[in-house]
């Protein structure tokens, strides 16, 4: 069993829609977490970055955190065809060795 | 600023050969860590330098190495390649603290 588990999708949804994407983990150790977004042959770009349990608010992307039951989700907000994607979740505890998911495919379409 | 920018973007190498990928970080950014993209086993870590030292390192054979320079540039080498080397390697640049990092394009390697 991976550390990071992620649905790979893809996950089809009409602009305009509010779109859950979602990673669950099993180290109890990790305290840092990252949304990444991920364009077809591009690098990953860092989308959200929160620190512990919580939540997190940037513009139309919303970052929770549930380290009780291990489970992290990103909200993105009135979808856009531009939105779609790979979206990366990652993890770490004290170092910069990052953990990733396997990626969930976004779609968003017109 | 300019970002995380990675040389060369495309490599096709044949079994055997060795190949060099070299990574110019953010300014100011002293810690690089490598990344493989694979189809089947997603983002795997690599290696990561801080300061020309190799502070953490994933679970990859000793035919993969790096070094960092005197001006936080990364240089990784693959050795004897093999087929399953054939990859998207991520080079990521980050500040001393805290695990955000930023990504360059990535060198797609295709080993024949």
């Known amino acids: 069993q991976k550390e990071v588990e992620q649905d790979p999708g893809p996950l089809s949804v009409p602009e305009g829609a509010i779109v859950s994407l979602n990673c669950t983990y099993s180290?109890?150790?990790?305290?840092?977490f990252m949304w990444y977004r991920q364009y077809s042959r591009k690098g990953p770009e860092l989308l959200m970055y929160t620190y512990s349990s919580g939540n997190k608010e940037d513009g139309r992307f919303t970052a929770q955190v549930d380290k009780s039951s291990k489970y992290i989700s990103l909200f993105i907000r009135d979808s856009q065809p531009s939105d779609s994607a790979t979206y990366l979740c990652a993890m770490a505890n004290a170092g910069n060795m990052l953990t990733f998911g396997g990626g969930t495919r976004l779609m968003v379409k017109p | 600023k300019a970002g995380v920018t990675q040389t060369p973007r495309y490599l096709i190498k044949t079994r055997g050969q060795q190949v060099t990928l070299s990574c110019s970080p953010i300014?100011?950014?002293?810690?690089v860590s490598w990344y493989q993209q694979t189809p089947g086993q997603g983002l795997q870590f690599l290696f990561e330098y801080f300061s020309e030292t190799q502070r953490n390192k994933g679970n990859f054979p000793g035919r993969f190495s790096g070094r960092q320079f005197s001006n936080s540039r990364s240089e990784m080498n693959v050795s004897t390649l093999e087929l399953g080397d054939s990859a998207l390697y991520l080079c990521a640049s980050s500040l001393e603290q805290g695990p955000q990092q930023f990504f360059g394009p990535g060198t797609r390697l295709t080993v024949l």
């Open positions: 180290n109890s150790a990790f305290q840092y």
């Open positions: 300014s100011g950014h002293r810690s």
